[in-house]
């Protein structure tokens, strides 16, 4: 059993912050990377930040300078800091980590079931 659990959506006004959280919870052997998504009505789900160990690191070229992603790996958790935040960020996003369940368990994706980020005056 693995679980995802994100925190920390809600509604901020532009220029505003936000800290998402996701802990992930349950059989964990190893984490291959962590990363957040997000998806705005009528459009696909695109990549917004992803880590992998020891700590490389990707973003979307719209967020960069202004999101950062880190993880915790003795909790298991993965942060994304939104700083100077615009009406375009306003998506659900999603948690996605990469994970062996067991020794010898193929590296799979799991997914949170995502929370709200509204950006609005």
């Known amino acids: 059993q693995v679980q995802l659990v994100e925190s920390g959506g809600g509604l901020a006004q532009p220029g505003g912050s936000l800290r998402l959280s996701c802990a992930t919870s349950?059989?964990?052997?190893?984490?291959?990377?962590m990363g957040w998504y997000r998806q705005a009505p009528g459009k696909q789900r695109e990549l917004v930040a992803a880590?992998?160990?020891?700590?490389?690191?990707n973003y979307a070229d719209s967020v960069k300078g202004r999101f950062t992603i880190s993880r915790d790996n003795a909790k298991n958790t993965v942060y994304l800091q939104m700083n100077s935040l615009k009406p375009e960020d306003t998506a659900v996003y999603y948690c996605?980590?990469?994970?062996?369940?067991?020794?010898?368990?193929?590296?799979?994706?799991?997914w949170g079931k995502g929370t709200l980020v509204t950006v609005s005056s």
């Open positions: 996605n980590v990469v994970l062996r369940r067991y020794f010898g368990d193929p590296p799979k994706d799991y």
């Open positions: 349950g059989n964990i052997f190893s984490i291959n990377a």
């Open positions: 880590i992998v160990s020891p700590g490389g690191t």
